[in-house]
């Protein structure tokens, strides 16, 4: 069974850091590219970040940019999003998945029914 746990959420202050993880199981994550996905208490899902199966062409959201990084170990069939000068506008519920090609994060909205999705780990911004 194809399974993506998310970790490393948590509550942290404004201009803090925080750094997801995301292990696979049940399928080959190395064939994969692989995203980062939010859904903002009372908004919808938001592409946050991608990158493609050899660890190469990271997307960011703008939202985003210049203060995350992702990455992953295909050897340990993680994903990873490091995320620094966090804001309040960054809480939300954090999820991976898989995608079917990257231009799926620049074709539209996420959509859930597509791909593998992990049960997501809460990030909260606050004071």
């Known amino acids: 069974e194809e399974q993506l746990v998310e970790s490393g959420g948590g509550l942290v202050q404004p201009g803090g850091s925080l750094r997801l993880s995301c292990g696979a199981s049940?399928?080959?994550?190395?064939?994969?590219?692989m995203a980062w996905v939010r859904r903002a208490p009372g908004k919808g899902l938001e592409w946050v970040s991608a990158?493609?199966?050899?660890?190469?062409?990271?997307y960011y959201a703008d939202s985003v940019k210049g203060r995350s990084t992702i990455s992953r170990d295909n050897a340990k069939n993680t994903l990873y999003l490091q995320m620094n000068n966090l804001k309040t506008e960054d809480t939300a519920v954090y999820y991976c998945?898989?995608?079917?090609?990257?231009?799926?994060?620049?074709?539209?909205?996420?959509?859930?029914?597509?791909?593998?999705w992990g049960q997501g780990t809460q990030v909260t911004v606050s004071s």
């Open positions: 998945a898989t995608l079917r090609d990257l231009l799926q994060v620049v074709s539209g909205p996420p959509d859930a029914s597509r791909g593998f």
């Open positions: 049940g399928f080959t994550f190395r064939a994969y590219d």
């Open positions: 990158i493609s199966m050899d660890g190469g062409n990271p």
